[in-house]
Structures are given as structure tokens and as C-alpha cells.
């Protein structure tokens, strides 16, 4: 996550070497999306993204945009033991996903200031995950 700040900076520093910095270049959107996650995982949830952009010329900008994921959530099960005998309980992990990411335009075609716009964009994402487990059922009680 550092590296990501630290990227942000750098960008931002350089692009204020080249010009003085135009509070009118900055600009925000707000978008929803749809993500699936691969590997063994394989599940998908929906998305809101903010993303603040600065306009670097009137045909490159650079934006920084935070995700947040609807929590997924996926049934398992706790091995138990009290001591005097072994127990599977039923639970369910909740995952929580949020990304940040930066991305760069360049326009090919028209300007930020043309109804058109037809531009490739690059850009890297850090996702971060938290999860909690909770059981479904109670431990049963050891009476002696």
C-alpha cells in the first residue's frame, strides 16, 4: 500500500514541475461494478467505486479510485473438541473486499472537453480482504 502512495506522489509531483497545479483539472465519479475473484475462490460481488482524477493535458489524466465489495459470504464448518468428544459445527465465513487503484487515460480521440472520447487506459489495483467466521450452531456443554 505504500508503493501505491508513493507512486500517487511521485505522479503528482511531477506532473506540478511541468505546470502549476489547476484546481479546475480535478474531477470525480462515482460507478458501480461487477468483480469475480478466480483461483480456488471463484466467487463474484458487486461493487461502488469513487475515483478522483486530475487532468495531467486535455488528452491524459490520472485518477485514484477506492472499491468497496458487497461481503461475500460462504458456508463452512469448525472442528470442535471439549475434551470429551469431537464436533463438527456449521458456520459461515464473511469475506470483506475493498481495492485501491490508479489508473491512467490517454485520449486519441477528442478531449475531456468533446461529447467523444475514445482513449486507452492502464492502471494497477492493491485488493485487501478481511474475513470473519461465525458458527451457526452452539459448542455443545461438558457436564461432569
Given amino acids: 500500500m505504500k508503493t501505491t502512495y ?25 460507478s458501480g461494478n461487477y468483480t469475480m475473484y478466480k483461483g480456488e475462490f471463484q466467487k463474484s460481488t458487486p461493487g461502488a467505486k469513487i ?18 465489495h458487497m461481503p461475500i459470504k460462504v458456508p463452512s464448518t469448525i472442528a470442535t473438541n471439549n475434551g470429551m468428544e ?25 478531449t475531456d472537453e468533446d461529447d467523444f472520447l ?15 467466521e461465525q458458527t451457526k450452531e452452539a459448542m455443545p456443554l461438558v457436564i461432569q
Fill in 6 to 30: 508513493t507512486l500517487v506522489l511521485a505522479i503528482i509531483i511531477a506532473s506540478s514541475a511541468k505546470a502549476q497545479f489547476d484546481p479546475a483539472k480535478i474531477s470525480a465519479s462515482l
Fill in 51 to 68: 475515483d478522483i482524477g486530475y487532468g495531467l493535458t486535455e488528452k491524459s489524466r490520472i485518477a485514484l479510485g477506492y472499491t468497496y
Fill in 86 to 110: 469431537s464436533k463438527t459445527l456449521a458456520s459461515e465465513v464473511k469475506y470483506k473486499f475493498s481495492t485501491i487503484s490508479l489508473t491512467g487515460n490517454y485520449s486519441f480521440v477528442g
Fill in 118 to 132: 475514445l482513449y486507452a487506459a492502464i492502471g494497477a489495483a492493491y485488493v485487501m480482504v478481511k474475513y470473519d
